[in-house]
């Protein structure tokens, strides 16, 4: 594995909610999250909606405070840092927003999009003229023209948009950049135009996605590593073929079972359909998250939550389940793949 | 294609009847920048106890294809001309009051987001029994029953106690079960599912899928599936329709259109999704972006995009044509053979050696 530049260990976040059905007002959107993030590196981070995905974004952009845990980026903890040390760290981790419509002014031109990061950052490109050269630059990088800059985002496509948003978030030459569903939003044609793009990126400047999206397709052909996460906890991760092939915990396989597949040869696969939905985060079941949907599940499943365990480390590699009763192989499933929601 | 469904067996025709027919749709939007046509010349078929599925990306006109079919385009939207026969009836040429009679009987369907699509401020049970209060007549008492035989219908737990309950009290999968129950509350002969699933979660999604097919098998409906998404259609449709820009670019058995496309852009479509590449390899993508509605060139509409560019294609716009069936064919099948490949490009058969 890459050396670990951003090290992240038992974060929590819990929300205040002014009411709920059961009474209960303290909502866990993160409940004990460990992830490592290496240096050049794409980590995976899949899960349904409400699953806390977005949470752990933002607090990594430091727009949340954790109640509890840690965020290590290259030895220092960002959340004690103040003034001109705080200041450089935001430069260093960076985002790109799902929906390309609403996350570019519309009053701005797309030069002034791009170049806006530099007015808190005035160090980084004092001069006007370097940073004309700098926006010019940075839209040629991301496929548009030096002469877009003058353009406004409705001249665009949601493809160019995009870019423009890319653009933005490369800007400030960042180490880490988080991808909330960047492809999401796009056509299937324009979609492929923008992973080869941030391939590209990635390639050149060496730096560190964190790549959010539900759609299991687009993660396996860009992450080294994928993590899922179900109700505000991390239930496996592990390198991205080793978790798609082999998915150990049953959480997983049933969303890699789930989603649909282009796959023409005729073949009908045993499909895991779950029961149920996803729970509410404010009551999640007691012990392990996952017991109320899971096809699995014993007495124990209730009782006490599952550690994570090794489940396998042939290459070396971590490979992490939270389950008291890992699959073997995705074969072993089938006896009960008929389970009709 | 319009006489295949004629030539079949006797024995076929369940499986086989043709439900509905479009020929030639043509829908127009009036903008303040004059009027676009949105729909151009659609052909399709749906038969009973199968699934077409009308392929494309925003703003090929699929949605606006299945609001012509249902009869409810918004007003700025004129039908330009085509027929729509269902069961026999041409639905163009009736009256909006006429219309009102096939709707529920006849055809339903289930659209994309099922809060907006909902009243917020009646009682699912309400919405449910309406069909059966307009339609057959019932009382409000009886409507409720039946309301509840629907929600057992679509899996909704404890429906004795939920037909009283708001939209709002159900999960985003319950409200599209509820507005699938609606669709299908007086057994119509077609469905037309508008992006059903494209709101809701994976395992979610699987689950609605999974309801459609059960009820869609139950009551032989012809299922028009309006989607963007390969992997759907290559798992749900039978047949499919690619659109692009207006025009239906190909059409054919969904196992013959995915494993060898004959238009230019369902192939680079299908080599857009990341399957079957590297981890990280570089992926094919189609150049550039569909044409503005306003600014469709003369010729093929794909001509701005393809790689395979004649002088021809900016003359002449290609037909919706027969192409010849592949290789691949598979003709061992019990089944007679399904109606033909069509597709709209001057170099279908070249794109096959390619």
Redesign the interface.
């Known amino acids: 594995m890459p050396e670990p530049l951003l090290q992240i260990d038992g974060l929590c976040k819990t929300f205040h909610v002014a009411k709920s059905a059961s009474g209960n007002t303290r909502l866990k959107a993160l409940d004990g999250i460990s992830l490592t993030v290496g240096r050049g590196e794409t980590l995976g981070l899949v899960g349904e909606s409400g699953c806390g995905k977005s949470t752990l974004a933002r607090t990594l952009m430091m727009l949340e405070t954790p109640d509890e845990g840690t965020v290590t980026f290259e030895g220092t903890n960002p959340f004690g840092l103040r003034g001109k040390e705080l200041l450089s760290w935001r430069r260093r981790v960076q985002m790109v927003f799902q929906d390309p419509f609403a996350s570019l002014n519309a009053r701005m031109s797309a030069g002034d999009i791009v170049s806006e990061p530099w007015a808190t950052h005035r160090s980084l490109y004092p001069s006007p003229r370097e940073r004309q050269a700098r926006v010019g630059e940075l839209l040629q990088m991301v496929g548009l023209r030096p002469s877009d800059a003058r353009k406004s985002p409705q001249e665009f496509s949601g493809g160019q948009r995009q870019r423009i948003g890319i653009a933005r978030a490369l800007a400030l030459n960042p180490d880490v950049i988080i991808l909330d569903e960047p492809v999401s939003a796009l056509d299937l044609s324009v979609q492929a135009q923008v992973l080869n793009l941030l391939n590209d990126i990635q390639q050149d400047l060496g730096v560190s996605y964190i790549f959010i999206s539900h759609d299991l397709t687009v993660v396996r052909h860009v992450a080294d590593r994928v993590a899922v996460m179900y109700l505000g906890r991390i239930i496996e991760t592990g390198n991205t073929e080793e978790v798609f092939d082999h998915p150990r915990h049953p959480y997983t396989a049933a969303l890699m079972s789930a989603s649909p597949k282009l796959d023409v040869t005729g073949a009908t696969r045993d499909r895991i359909v779950l029961k149920g939905e996803l729970p509410s985060p404010l009551d999640p079941p007691s012990g392990c998250r996952f017991r109320t949907r899971c096809w699995k599940a014993q007495d124990i499943c209730a009782d006490a939550a599952p550690e994570p365990r090794v489940t396998a480390a042939d290459d070396g590699a971590l490979h992490l389940a939270e389950c008291h009763f890992p699959l073997e192989t995705i074969k072993g499933l089938t006896p009960a793949t008929t389970t009709a929601g | 294609m319009k006489t295949a469904a004629q030539t079949v067996l006797p024995g076929k025709t369940r499986a086989q009847d043709v439900v509905l027919s479009v020929r030639d749709l043509a829908v127009d939007i009036r903008t303040y920048r004059g009027t676009v046509r949105a729909v151009n010349g659609v052909d399709f078929e749906a038969r009973a106890g199968e699934t077409l599925a009308l392929l494309g990306?925003?703003g090929c006109g699929k949605s606006m294809t299945a609001k012509a079919l249902a009869g409810i385009m918004d007003p700025v939207c004129d039908l330009a001309g085509g027929e729509i026969v269902l069961n026999g009836t041409d639905l163009a040429a009736l009256t909006p009051k006429e219309r009102l009679k096939f709707a529920g009987p006849e055809l339903g369907i289930v659209f994309q987001d099922a809060l907006t699509a909902l009243n917020p401020v009646y009682t699912v049970g309400t919405q449910l029994g309406e069909a059966f209060r307009i339609h057959q007549g019932l009382s409000a008492r009886e409507a409720k029953v039946q309301a509840i035989e629907l929600m057992k219908r679509v899996?909704i737990p404890e429906p004795e106690s939920r037909v009283n309950s708001y939209p709002h009290q159900f999960?985003?999968?319950?409200r599209q079960r509820i507005l699938i129950a609606m669709a299908v509350a007086l057994n119509p002969r077609l469905l037309i599912a508008d992006e059903p699933t494209t709101a809701l979660?994976?395992?979610?999604?699987?689950?609605i899928m999974?309801?459609l097919r059960k009820l869609r098998e139950e009551g032989q409906m012809a299922v028009v599936l309006i989607t963007?998404?390969?992997?759907?259609v290559?798992?749900?449709a039978d047949s499919v329709a690619v659109m692009y820009a207006g025009n239906v670019v190909e059409s054919g058995p969904?196992?013959q259109v995915?494993?060898d496309p004959r238009h230019p852009y369902t192939k680079?479509?299908?080599e857009?999704?990341?399957?079957h590449?590297e981890?990280?390899a570089?992926?094919?993508?189609?150049?550039g972006?569909p044409p503005e509605l306003h600014d469709i060139p003369s010729g093929c509409v794909y001509q701005s995009r393809c790689p395979l560019v004649q002088e021809i294609c900016r003359a002449e716009r290609p037909r919706l044509l027969p192409v010849n069936g592949s290789a691949t064919n598979n003709h061992s099948e019990t089944l007679p053979p399904r109606p033909g490949r069509a597709a709209a490009c001057h170099f279908s058969e070249e794109l096959n050696n390619a």
């Open positions: 990306e925003s899996g999960s985003g999968g319950m979660d994976v395992t979610v999604q699987a689950q999974q309801l963007h998404d390969l992997a759907v290559a798992e749900e969904v196992s995915f494993s680079g479509l299908l857009s999704v990341p399957v590449v981890r990280g570089h992926l094919k993508s189609i150049a972006s």
